[in-house]
T-cell receptor
Framework: SAVISQKPSRDICQRGTSLTIQCQVD?????MFWYRQQPGQSLTLIAT?????????ESGFVIDKFPISRPNLTFSTLTVSNMSPEDSSIYLC???????????FGPGTRLLVL | KQEVTQIPAALSVPEGENLVLNCSFT??????LQWFRQDPGKGLTSLLL?????REQTSGRLNASLDKSSGRSTLYIAASQPGDSATYLC??????????FGGGTRLMVKP
């Protein structure tokens, strides 16, 4: 199994500002995933982050709005840029034990944009 | 595009009941299916993973089945307890390393 931590656990931000969320894993992993969970909704994949290459974004998500860094095999960041109230969500990072195997999730970052 | 649907969206049962949560998916070309539990304000905990070649998996009071050809999975919870109250999410893993989630079933088990 993998133990994943996220910082911050929650934040309240003003519109127009940016927030960087950190994800740390206790073991080296090839792929890390970032998800968004809007209030009352299920999870939607934002992007997949591989170390040493640019993140791959899903339809509806762009790099300018959600820049991602993956500097090594245990760490990634997601930035929510130029925030609006519609960005209020839980943001979760996850890793998989191996291709097609169990995915493990961090505790999430709860973001409220005023 | 894969779509995952969970029925019911919400369920309230008295303690001790056996219950079934349903998950259906539109594209049967999956690698595996995973059931998660999410407690309010918390992240996701993996409960069971069923590979595409498997029919079911069991863990304690939980049993998950998979019928890939019909695009269905069920999560059976035996002898439900108040501590089982949570949202249960079904997710399927497709080519391209993509996990697609259903909308979840919010379960309340009353003492």
């Amino acid at each position: 199994s993998a133990v994943i931590s996220q910082k911050p656990s929650r934040d309240i931000c003003q519109r127009g500002t940016s927030l960087t969320i950190q994800c740390q894993v206790d073991s080296q992993v090839t792929m890390m995933f970032w998800y968004r969970q809007q209030p009352g909704q299920s999870l939607t994949l934002i992007a997949t982050a591989n170390q040493g290459s640019e993140a791959t974004y899903e339809s509806g998500f762009v790099i300018d709005k959600f820049p991602i860094s993956r500097p090594n095999l245990t760490f990634s960041t997601l930035t929510v840029s130029n925030m609006s109230p519609e960005d209020s969500s839980i943001y979760l990072c996850s890793v998989e034990a191996g291709p097609g195997e169990t995915q493990y999730f961090g505790p999430g970052t709860r973001l409220l944009v005023l | 595009k894969q779509e995952v649907t969970q029925i019911p969206a919400a369920l309230s049962v008295p303690e001790g009941e056996n219950l079934v949560l349903n998950c259906s998916f539109t594209d049967s070309a999956i690698y595996n299916l995973q059931w998660f539990r999410q407690d309010p304000g918390k992240g996701l905990t993996s409960l069971l993973l069923i590979q595409s070649s498997q029919r079911e998996q069991t863990s304690g009071r939980l049993n998950a089945s998979l019928d890939k050809s019909s695009g269905r999975s069920t999560l059976y919870i035996a002898a439900s307890q108040p501590g089982d109250s949570a949202t249960y999410l079904c997710a399927v893993y497709n080519a391209g390393n993509m996990l697609t989630f259903g909308g979840g079933t919010r379960l309340m088990v009353k003492p």
